[in-house]
């Protein structure tokens, strides 16, 4: 069996991991259920095709049995989200869990209690998956946010319980991250941001290889900039990566991949939301005063260059979106892959941050694909293989 719609179904119980490690508020409000509603699909299929489903997730990083981490304040949203009324168990693995599974009906809906409550789930302990595997007639996993975690949950459990298939969820990311990625319409621009190139330097190697321009955005365009020679006044450098930006830079000369660094900025006196602001041109930084956005002129040459693209990737903010007065940059970004995929450009955003700022300004319907996952979608973006899809059937 290679995918979710080969297999046979009906009747069985069928074990799915899904990723809802979703932000919980102090009185356990979901703040955000993209992760609950991005794993609909499988789990509606599954239902309507009579299979018996097992949910298992994580939630946060608990050590050992932490109330506070329970799945239990997620039951409400998910069964209303369903349109049916979805059983919790108080535990992931045991007796008690199997016979709520023995109890299933087809079409029926249990979620387990939180996988990480176990520490065998983070070592990947085989008789901890076995156990998650006697469960089950079969696997499927929809969890692409933790796919870059080679847990029992996520990987052991695939080895042991067959057949072991990607859900719709998991697929979609695939196709977009590394199929669209790596098979691209051209012209295919990224776009880059975030504070730091240290955590980027995978990313960009790796991209340098498949696109045809990278926009440079984010903190991490002043170790770019220092490397230039340009004054940067007190704006987040790291000094022990100015010769990899230069190293970059180079690279993507040969390669012949256009680089583009904003060629304005919007500096603050301070790192607030009520800083004193102005633009000023990307070499003539003061001192005493910080880069926190890309400037306009450099918003309108990025847009002009996007203009001319047919697939656009997207990962990590232009600025310091989170203050209103250094969101400009990221909301034109924003607004700019909006618009192009109305025109048939497809836009990927890659995960983190980026999401999060396509989401504040209400415009992650309009991309091709924004992913559910933050660290497994750059995993991904720098090329390594994730061991949550290397343990599946078809990988
Ligand atoms: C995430 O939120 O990125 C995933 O759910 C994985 O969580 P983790 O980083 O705690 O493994």
Known sequence: ??????????????????????????????????????????????IQNGARV??????GRP?????????KPLVPRL????????????????????????????????????????????????????????????????????AHRAHASTEGVAKVL?????????QKELDYLVGAVSNPQKPFAAIVGGSKVSSKIGVIESLLEKVDMLLLGGGMIFTFYKAQGYAVGSSLVEEDKLDLA???????????????????????DKFAADANSKIVPASEIP???????????????????LDTTKTIIWNGPMGVFEFDKFAAGTEAIAD??????????????????????????GLAEKMSHISTGGGASLELLEGKQLPGVLALDDA
């Not at 097992?54 to 939630?59: R, T």
């Not at 880069?291 to 847009?303: E, T, V």
């Open 79 to 146: 069964s209303e989200l369903l349109g049916l009324e979805v059983k919790m168990a108080n535990d992931s693995v045991g007796p008690e869990v199997e016979k709520l599974v023995a109890e299933l009906p087809e079409g029926g809906v249990l979620l387990l209690e939180n996988v990480r409550f176990y520490k065998e789930e983070e070592k990947n302990d085989p008789e901890f998956a076995k156990k998650l595997a006697s469960l089950a007639d079969l696997y499927v996993n929809d969890a692409f946010g933790t």
């Open 336 to 361: 700019k892959l909006a618009e192009l995929s109305g025109k048939g450009v497809t836009t990927i955003i890659g995960g983190g941050d980026s999401v999060a700022a396509v989401e504040k300004v």
């Open 1 to 46: 069996v290679g995918s979710l719609k080969e297999a046979d179904v009906k009747g069985k119980r069928v074990f799915v991991r899904v990723d809802l490690n979703v932000p919980l508020d102090d009185h356990f409000h979901i703040t955000d259920d993209t992760r609950i509603r991005a794993a609909l699909p499988t789990i509606n299929y599954l």
């Open 54 to 59: 097992i949910l298992a997730s994580h939630l």
């Open 63 to 71: 050590k050992g049995v932490t109330p506070k981490y329970s799945l």
């Open 287 to 305: 001192d005493g005063w910080m880069g926190l956005d890309i400037g306009p002129d450099a918003i309108k040459s990025f847009g002009s260059a």
């Open 246 to 268: 230069t190293s970059l830079m180079e690279k993507a000369k040969t390669k012949g991949v256009s680089l583009l660094l904003p060629t304005d900025v919007v500096i603050a």
């Open 162 to 170: 067959k057949p072991a298939v990607a859900g719709f969820l998991m």
